[in-house]
């Protein structure tokens, strides 16, 4: 079992940063694939990124590339995702997730075994 907790979710205006973290408990977090997903008002969860368990290799989805940016810290057993030039259509409730490294680091929800309780992320126009 793996507990995650994020935090680090706000308002804040477009334009502006954010950097969400996610603490994990239980199973060796240096085992598990992270991903950020989020969840918009009456809109279905999405993915936004995920870093392999080394560390090593980062994917985005298109409509956050070049202003997210996902980074861990096995020793911290936390994920971060580090959000520049927020728009509002950024405004969603973000959860992270984690994946056994045996899969191919993805985006399937389904592969994503834990799941933290989510932050909110208000962006204003």
């Known amino acids: 079992q793996v507990r995650l907790v994020e935090s680090g979710g706000g308002l804040v205006q477009a334009g502006d940063s954010l950097r969400l973290s996610c603490a994990a408990s239980g199973r060796t977090f240096s085992s598990y694939h992270m991903g950020w997903f989020r969840q918009a008002p009456g809109k279905e969860r999405e993915f936004v990124s995920a870093i392999t368990y080394t560390g090593g290799t980062t994917t985005y989805a298109d409509s956050v590339k070049g202003r997210f940016t996902t980074s861990r810290d096995n020793a911290k057993s936390t994920v971060y995702l580090q959000m520049n030039s927020l728009k509002s259509e950024d405004t969603a409730v973000y959860y992270c997730?984690?994946?056994?490294?045996?899969?191919?680091?993805?985006?399937?929800?389904?592969?994503?075994?834990?799941w933290g309780q989510g932050t909110q992320v208000s962006v204003s126009s």
């Open positions: 997730a984690a994946a056994p490294w045996y899969y191919r680091m993805s985006s399937t929800e389904g592969e994503f075994h834990y």
